[in-house]
């Protein structure tokens, strides 16, 4: 099951870097499942009762976050400097595990 979610990460990880590396598409080739963070998030929570898991920073250029839901219900956006949103990984079954114990010197 980690090993599911870690290979998820890396996949999500290429597919976000894919998508920062060429930050003005072409007009018809403009995703349609990007739009406003402050709209995403929204439409999140409304729609899905997904709230803030998971933060990391991809490049200075853009963030990846992860919304989940009690229910399971999981979404991984990629945010970039301007503050538009792309929804680029749902699923379902979200697990949060707990902190790992820091090992000892």
Same mark, same amino acid.
């Given at each position: 099951?980690? %090993?599911?979610?870690? %290979? !998820?990460? /890396?996949? &999500?990880?290429? =597919?976000? &870097?894919?998508?920062?590396? %060429?930050?003005?598409?072409?007009?018809?080739?403009? @995703?349609?499942?990007?739009?406003? %963070?402050?709209?995403?998030?929204?439409? $999140?929570?409304?729609? +899905?009762?997904?709230? @803030?898991?998971?933060?990391? =920073?991809?490049? #200075?250029? &853009?963030? =990846?976050?992860? +919304? /989940?839901?009690?229910? !399971?219900?999981?979404? $991984?956006?990629?945010?970039?400097?301007? !503050?538009?949103?792309?929804?680029?990984?749902? !699923?379902?079954?979200?697990?949060? =595990? #707990?902190?790992? @114990?820091? #090992?000892? &010197?």
């Amino acid at each position: 099951m980690v %090993r599911k979610v870690i %290979r !998820g990460f /890396a996949l &999500a990880a290429l =597919l976000a &870097a894919g998508v920062t590396a %060429r930050p003005v598409p072409a007009v018809s080739q403009a @995703p349609i499942n990007c739009a406003n %963070r402050s709209e995403v998030i929204e439409f $999140l929570a409304r729609q +899905y009762r997904e709230k @803030p898991a998971a933060t990391a =920073l991809i490049n #200075p250029q &853009a963030i =990846l976050e992860v +919304y /989940a839901a009690d229910n !399971g219900s999981w979404t $991984l956006i990629v945010t970039d400097v301007n !503050g538009r949103s792309c929804v680029i990984l749902a !699923g379902k079954s979200w697990e949060a =595990l #707990p902190p790992l @114990p820091v #090992p000892k &010197a």
